[in-house]
């Protein structure tokens, strides 16, 4: 072998193996960061405390981590009280201060109603689907996340649904559209492999599914 060809041959392998290693390294750093990030926000919630009882007094150092213990304490606590009669009664109340302050009425009422929506156990992410958008003949991924859409149907005539088509990269930021029904195709593919897809701009495709094998008809006995 020439030597311009070992040269060639050993940067490919050079190249190989620094791939090799950024893909393992990679997820193992974003997921580090990510719950990294997770842990210093929920530590914040320890300023909710007395300075006097903090841990950083206390003990005369931070604790990483036990924000978390208290905001999970902090979460029981609040499910708790909300439950019964008198904790309803009181988060009605103070919904209704709130809807009545200008502006404040309706970033509460927006969040309280995308966060019901996500946690209930109606996923409102339950049905991926695939719609032409932005223009007949490209086709994008979204998730339908209302199927009945009373007065647009009655207005139309034709029966609608609500997509959110996600953006690339960042799935929680995109926007909302209004398809009818006949235009909207059903997928088998799941949310969290359409998530992937998303986040990865399609470098992570899923396989696709394995179609079920007809059975046999069963033959009448002689």
Same mark, same amino acid.
């Given at each position: 072998?020439? $030597?311009?060809?070992? +040269? #060639?041959?050993?940067?490919?392998?050079?190249?190989?193996? *620094?791939?090799?290693?950024? &893909?393992?390294?990679?997820?193992? *750093?974003?997921?580090? /960061?990510?719950?990294?990030?997770?842990? +210093?926000?929920? =530590?914040?919630? #320890?300023?909710?405390?007395?300075? @006097?009882?903090? !841990?950083?007094?206390?003990?005369?150092?931070?604790? !990483? %981590?036990?924000?978390?213990?208290?905001?999970?304490?902090?979460? #029981?606590?609040? %499910?708790?009280?909300?439950?019964?009669?008198?904790?309803?009664?009181?988060?009605?109340?103070?919904?209704?201060? &709130?809807?009545?302050?200008?502006?404040?009425?309706?970033?509460? %009422?927006?969040?309280?109603?995308?966060?019901? @929506?996500?946690?209930?156990? @109606?996923?409102?992410? +339950?049905?991926?689907?695939?719609?032409?958008? $932005? +223009?007949?003949?490209?086709?994008?991924?979204?998730?339908?996340?209302?199927?009945?859409? !009373?007065?647009?149907?009655?207005?139309?005539?034709?029966?609608?649904?609500?997509?959110?088509?996600?953006?690339?990269?960042?799935?929680?930021?995109?926007?909302?559209?209004?398809? $009818?029904? @006949?235009?909207?195709? /059903?997928? =088998?593919?799941?949310?969290?492999?359409?998530?992937?897809?998303?986040?990865?701009?399609?470098?992570?495709?899923?396989?696709?599914?394995?179609?079920?094998?007809?059975?046999?008809?069963?033959?009448?006995?002689?």
């Amino acid at each position: 072998m020439s $030597p311009g060809g070992r +040269r #060639l041959k050993w940067r490919a392998a050079v190249r190989r193996y *620094l791939v090799a290693g950024v &893909l393992v390294w990679l997820p193992i *750093l974003a997921t580090f /960061e990510v719950v990294n990030f997770m842990l +210093r926000l929920m =530590d914040q919630t #320890l300023t909710l405390l007395p300075a @006097s009882v903090q !841990p950083q007094t206390l003990v005369g150092f931070a604790l !990483p %981590g036990l924000g978390a213990l208290f905001a999970l304490v902090v979460l #029981l606590f609040t %499910g708790l009280l909300v439950t019964n009669l008198i904790g309803r009664r009181l988060v009605f109340y103070g919904e209704e201060l &709130l809807n009545r302050i200008p502006l404040v009425g309706s970033v509460y %009422g927006g969040v309280k109603s995308f966060a019901e @929506s996500v946690f209930s156990q @109606s996923h409102a992410f +339950r049905q991926v689907v695939m719609v032409e958008y $932005p +223009r007949h003949g490209v086709w994008s991924i979204g998730f339908m996340t209302a199927e009945s859409l !009373p007065e647009i149907t009655d207005r139309t005539g034709t029966q609608h649904a609500c997509v959110f088509i996600s953006a690339a990269l960042n799935a929680t930021s995109g926007h909302l559209i209004v398809v $009818p029904r @006949s235009q909207i195709v /059903e997928l =088998d593919m799941t949310v969290d492999a359409a998530m992937k897809m998303i986040i990865t701009c399609g470098v992570v495709v899923p396989p696709a599914p394995h179609l079920k094998q007809p059975q046999p008809i069963a033959q009448p006995a002689a």
